[in-house]
Antibody
C-alpha cells in the first residue's frame, strides 16, 4: 500500500539543525511531489515546502526565511527536510505528505521535534 | 498569503446530528480547496478535494460544496468516529494555507 514512513523523534538545542527523512513506498516516487507541513501544539498545520520528486524543483514558505532545505534521493525513494537555526518556537510535529492535484492525499505519521536547552 | 477562516471554531453536537462547517478564503481560489479530518496524535486525513470530490474510502455522509471564496463541509449524520478537528486548506497559491480548524465535540 502507499505509505510514507518518517524518521524518529528528535530533541535539539537552540541554534542546532535537524534533518527529518520521509521514505515513500507503494508508488512511483518520482511521479509525485511531496510537501512538508508542521504543526505546533494546539495550532493549525503550517505549510513549509514542496519538492518535485522527479526533477528536484523546490518551493519554500517565506515564513522560514531560508532556514529550511528540502532534498530527495530518488534511489532510496526518500525525501529530506532540514531546518537550521532552531529555536523553541520550532517545537512541533513535522509531516511529509504526497501531493495530488488538489490536496495532500497521503501523509507520513509525523516526526516530533523538540527544541529545548 | 491567502488567509483561510473557518467557522465555528468549535461545536458541540450529538450522534445523528447534521453539521455544517464553513471555510472562507481571503481571495478567489476557484475549487482548489481540500478538507481534512484530524484526530489527536494523528496526521490529518483528506476527506474532500477539489471543493466537492469525495476522497476514495471516505463515507458518503461527508460532502463538500462551494467555489471562489466560500466553502462548506457537511456531515449529514454525525457518527461517534467523526468527533475530531476539521481543517480546510487552499491549494491554489503557495504557500498552501490552512484554516484555523473546527473542533467537533460530543454534546
Amino acid at each position: 500500500q502507499v505509505q510514507l514512513v518518517q524518521s524518529g523523534a528528535e530533541v535539539k538545542k537552540p541554534g542546532a539543525s535537524v534533518k527529518v527523512s520521509c521514505k515513500a513506498s507503494g508508488y512511483s516516487f518520482t511521479s509525485y511531489a511531496l510537501y512538508w507541513v508542521r504543526q505546533a501544539p494546539g495550532q493549525r498545520p503550517e505549510w513549509m515546502a514542496w519538492i518535485n520528486a522527479g526533477n528536484g524543483d523546490t518551493k519554500y514558505s517565506q515564513n522560514f526565511q531560508g532556514r529550511v532545505t528540502i532534498t530527495r534521493d530518488t534511489s532510496a525513494s526518500t525525501a529530506y527536510m532540514e531546518l537550521s537555526s532552531l529555536r523553541s518556537e520550532d517545537t512541533a510535529v513535522y509531516y511529509c505528505a504526497r501531493a495530488s492535484k488538489y490536496s495532500m492525499d497521503v501523509w507520513g505519521e509525523g516526526t516530533t521535534v523538540t527544541v529545548s536547552s | 498569503d491567502i488567509q483561510m477562516t473557518q467557522s465555528p471554531s468549535s461545536v458541540s453536537a450529538s450522534v445523528g446530528d447534521r453539521l455544517t462547517l464553513t471555510c472562507r478564503a481571503s481571495q478567489n481560489i476557484a475549487i482548489y480547496l481540500a478538507w481534512y479530518q484530524q484526530k489527536p496524535g494523528k496526521a490529518p486525513k483528506v476527506l474532500i478535494y477539489a471543493a466537492s470530490s469525495l476522497e476514495r474510502g471516505v463515507p458518503s455522509r461527508f460532502s463538500g460544496s462551494g467555489s471562489g471564496t466560500d466553502f462548506t463541509l457537511i456531515i449529514s449524520s454525525l457518527q461517534p468516529e467523526d468527533f475530531a478537528t476539521y481543517y480546510c486548506q487552499q491549494t491554489n497559491n503557495f504557500p498552501f494555507t490552512f484554516g484555523g480548524g473546527t473542533k467537533v465535540q460530543i454534546k
